[in-house]
């Protein structure tokens, strides 16, 4: 059996590095400095200056004047017109359902085992729940990633809850399905827990019945 080659060992695991880094950036982006990056990965400060330098160089990443990460552009770019497609196809459905109840209404894809944020609709009420465009959550604990675990446990089509769990003081409800080309895509509506149970029966009955395109 030949011996493994050392390089190819190496470059896999700068691989590795580099996606983990890049996980972390895209579930909290324009929040993380380098500091929080080492702390989360637990790799030297050289070691992720180094990682960070390479995918700010190619990219894949961007930093601010404040050293916050975010995504760069052209990793963006890849799932970007994928990502236009999915937005403008259910954007209408957004809108009837922030029209009926009054809250924000998201809509995210699944990637893995977080959900990614593509649009938003902002509720018009001074106390209300936003999620940034681009910002990942696990799946585990929210509405809209409930929502995808079911499609992907074939019983798909029913109400998701996340009540209080994801953030305390917010609780939200999503539904999700598969696309035409076999993406999972949910729609939540998140709001102040206090409003969200006055008004859970409303929220429930504008994602069940905005006729959301899933296999449009």
């Known amino acids: 059996?030949?011996?493994?080659?050392?390089?190819?060992?190496?470059?896999?695991?700068?691989?590795?590095?580099?996606?983990?880094?890049?996980?972390?950036?895209?579930?909290?982006?324009?929040?993380?400095?380098?500091?929080?990056?080492?702390?989360?990965?637990?790799?030297?400060?050289?070691?992720?200056?180094?990682?960070?330098?390479?995918?700010?160089?190619i990219g894949y990443a961007a930093v601010d004047e404040a050293g916050r990460f975010g995504l760069g552009d052209r990793l963006l770019g890849l799932t970007g017109s994928d990502n236009a497609h999915l937005v403008a196809a259910f954007r209408p459905t957004l809108q009837r359902i922030a029209d009926t109840t009054g809250e924000t209404v998201d809509l995210s894809v699944l990637h893995g085992r977080e959900m990614w944020f593509i649009d938003q609709i902002?509720?018009?009420?001074?106390?209300?729940?936003?999620s940034a465009v681009?910002?990942?959550?696990?799946?585990?604990?929210?509405?809209?990633?409930?929502?995808?675990?079911?499609?992907?446990?074939?019983?798909?089509?029913?109400?998701?809850?996340d009540l209080d769990e994801h953030t305390p003081g917010i609780s939200a409800a999503g539904i999700a399905g598969r696309t035409p080309?076999?993406?999972?895509?949910?729609?939540?509506?998140?709001?102040?827990?206090?409003?969200?149970?006055?008004?859970r029966a409303a929220i429930v009955k504008a994602l069940l019945s905005a006729g959301a395109p899933f296999a449009s």
Do not use: C, W
């Open 1 to 57: 059996m030949p011996a493994a080659d050392p390089n190819r060992e190496d470059g896999i695991q700068v691989l590795r590095r580099a996606a983990a880094a890049l996980d972390e950036i895209a579930a909290e982006p324009g929040r993380l400095r380098q500091v929080d990056l080492e702390n989360r990965l637990g790799l030297a400060k050289s070691t992720v200056r180094r990682i960070l330098l390479a995918l700010t160089d």
């Open 122 to 130: 902002e509720s018009g009420h001074r106390l209300r729940a936003v």
């Open 134 to 161: 681009g910002v990942r959550f696990p799946v585990g604990s929210t509405a809209n990633g409930k929502a995808a675990i079911a499609v992907l446990a074939g019983s798909g089509g029913e109400v998701a809850l």
């Open 181 to 199: 080309s076999g993406q999972i895509v949910a729609i939540s509506v998140p709001a102040p827990s206090d409003r969200f149970r006055a008004n």
